[in-house]
């Protein structure tokens, strides 16, 4: 018993965790392919908000989107 | 004064501040009544194996004032990072970009400029964190069963929204003294820590804005021991005092230098 | 327009601005030159307002700058060097944003006025983050005049841009001329000034070496060269007698062309054509040399 067990209803539960999540990591790499980055490599910026949840895009927002292109 | 509400409007919109911390606010107003219910008991069955339900529920407080409580101490510890680092940069970009050289040559106010500043990111943190208060208390309510009224809720969203109404007054002054914004961010996180630590260690919190989280925390569990309007009244009485510092700062500034 | 006397100003390590006048009249376009860090951009912004002079006295439309509370209360417009705008915002909504500001309203058609007259009409929804440099520029003089006012001080308004730009940037100068505003420009590329000025301040070092109008300028540097084109293939006897003539400095030849050097003296004219009829030379054509701006220029800052 070392996993967490995933119920149906605590999937349900999840779903708007889930949509705020992936919202924000869509609405990021919209904005990073249509209007590029600062401070960073393009791709490292994908990987940050891809794959680090939450902080991962609100960083991005805060530091990395271009300024002049918004 | 209207347009100066519209541009920061506009500039909270686009440069996706708004965003961020409605986002932030309600991801944890989601995620922390989730984590009380199925996710820390299933950790903490699986750190002791030989734990008991009852057990368990003793030691975390498993009902929607529980759920309340871990929310509000999510918000003080991830909430005011991202919030102040979501402003910082609202009068220091400006400041160090020189943004600020061609409104003041043709006729703005600085008092309207940090005014509509203050008064539309104030209005929108009072908003974004009753919100958050608000969805966490429905999923709270909706996974455990609801025992507190929403009136209390929406008091404490208030209150929090002030404590952040006085990180973003800070953030506008310390603006003004460094130019650069996470720089801005750093100091002012560092000097919100450091008057909470002198509030607790000196028991002074009735008297600094982080009495406002205290007293939250006391409305919930049903201790009034605080006197509220103290705290609210030196609150408001201090943000004042540092944006009427802020502006002073501004007014006797050299623009444009290089 | 403006009167400026004795003006000082000095930061923590250095003396930008050591005793400068300045004259601008009403109605005339005025080329502020020199170098990079002679004291321009300071100049300028205290006569916008945004900083205070160490000493000095400052009139800017009858207004002592020291007297004023905030920077709008002169009647001018201001083009910082590098105008910085909210990129966020279009050009239209920097406009309207700029347009509003209580004491000074606009009317509502001005906006699009403006920027027709900027031509930025096309362009006015667009975020200004996304504009070019020369775009940025022009939006820049458009906020600058905006509100109408008589004085427009433009810092370096064509210096950065590329050879498109900076046409159209004097073009809209010229067109503030029609309009009947006092301008005053800085820019370190001489051309531009020549093209638009009426009148021209030097200044090096924090003071002002010269102030004169461009005609005045010209007729007095106005140097003893001579290029002479001749009819045949100039022999290098010719050149010897000329040479050897009193009155000439020096020669040199270029093909059909004799750039003779006379010594100084208003009547140089009359002995070059003594010379060359004494010598019995054809010739085609004698002008007088132009001076170039860069020539008072360079004359005038390394003559101090």
Known sequence: MNTIELTGEMIIMLLPLLAIQMGLTIYCVIKIMKEGVENLNKWAWLAICIFINLIGPITFLIVGRKRDAS | MKSDIIKELRMGIRTSRFLVIIASFLFFAILTPIMMKYILPQLLHNQFQGMNEASISQMIDMSQK??????????????????????????????KENTLVLPICSGKKLLSIVGSKLLVFSVFLILASTLGMVISYLYAGILFSFDIGLWPVLVIGLLYGGYMIFLLSLAMLFGTFIKNAIGTGFMTLGFSLFIYFIGSYFKLHTYLPSGLLIGAQGILNNQADQNLGITLALFLIMVFVISKITLIRLENKEWNER | ??????????????????????????????????????????TMNILAGLSKPTSGECLVGGIKVSDIIQASDLDL?????????????????????????????????????????????????????????????????????????????????SSALDPQGRNDVLHLIKGLKDMGKTVLFSSHILNDVERVCDRIGIIASGRMVLEKSLKDLEHSHLQPVYDVTFEEKITEEAQKCIKSSIGVLSTEIKEQVMVIKMEDGHESILTLMQILIDNNLKIVGVSRRKPTLEDIFIKEVHGL
């Open chain 3, 1 to 42: 327009m403006i009167e400026v006397e004795g003006l000082k100003k000095s930061f923590k390590h250095f003396e930008a601005l050591q005793g400068l006048n300045l004259n601008v009249r009403q109605g005339e376009i005025y080329g502020f030159i020199g170098k990079n860090g002679a004291g321009k951009s300071t």
């Open chain 2, 66 to 95: 529980g759920a309340l409580l871990g929310y509000m101490s999510d918000l003080f510890e991830i909430g005011t990072i991202i919030v102040v680092f979501a402003l910082s940069g609202l009068l220091a970009q400006e400041i």
């Open chain 3, 77 to 157: 417009g201001y083009l910082p060097e590098d105008p910085k705008f909210y990129p966020w915002l279009s050009a239209c909504e920097t406009l309207t944003y700029l347009g509003d500001s209580g004491t000074h309203r606009i009317k509502p058609g001005r906006i699009q006025e403006i920027l027709e007259w900027g031509g930025l009409d096309k362009d006015k929804h667009r975020r200004v983050g996304t504009f070019s440099r020369g775009m940025k520029q022009r939006l820049g003089i458009c906020s600058a005049i905006l509100h109408d006012p008589g004085l427009l001080i433009l810092d370096e308004p």
